[in-house]
């Protein structure tokens, strides 16, 4: 059985909500990623991605030198544990509607799951099951 703690991205980069959007952005290009968890007094509260500046912000002329994260940012934002199955973490995507899900362990950020991430754990398991004979559950 895979978990989310083996497919994971340990290395999460947080932003804080009073920040700008400019600020993310560029945190974001700097990263090459696509988007930051949003920490306050070192918990998840939300997202930001490359998505919610593009349609809150850009698609609307707004400045993002003067729009704060928080504003922009999804929230609450979903959560699960590193102990995880990969199938359950697939679920909380698909009820919460999303492709960013916090991995969390007492309320500190421990990792970020994505979409992206969850296929490539399903394609593992799969070819794992394959190479014994056996199909996966």
């Not at 600020?23 to 997202?47: F, Y």
């Not at 919460?96 to 490539?120: F, M, P, Y």
């Amino acid at each position: 059985m895979v978990f989310v703690r083996d497919v994971m991205t340990r290395d999460v980069i947080v932003i804080d909500p009073d920040r700008t959007v400019l600020d993310a952005a560029k945190r974001m290009a700097a990263k090459k990623i696509g988007g930051l968890v949003v920490v306050q007094h070192g918990r998840p509260i939300g997202l930001i991605t490359d998505r919610d500046i593009l349609w809150q912000v850009t698609s609307k002329e707004k400045n993002p030198s003067k729009i704060l994260v928080r504003d922009v940012m999804t929230s609450p934002v979903a959560t699960v544990s590193p102990l995880t199955t990969l199938r359950a973490a697939a679920r909380v995507m698909l009820d919460k509607k999303t492709r960013w899900v916090v991995v969390t362990h007492l309320d500190n950020v421990e990792g970020i799951i994505t979409a992206s991430d969850l296929t490539w754990g399903f394609l593992e398991t799969f070819a794992r099951a394959s190479k014994r004979g056996i199909a996966p559950r």
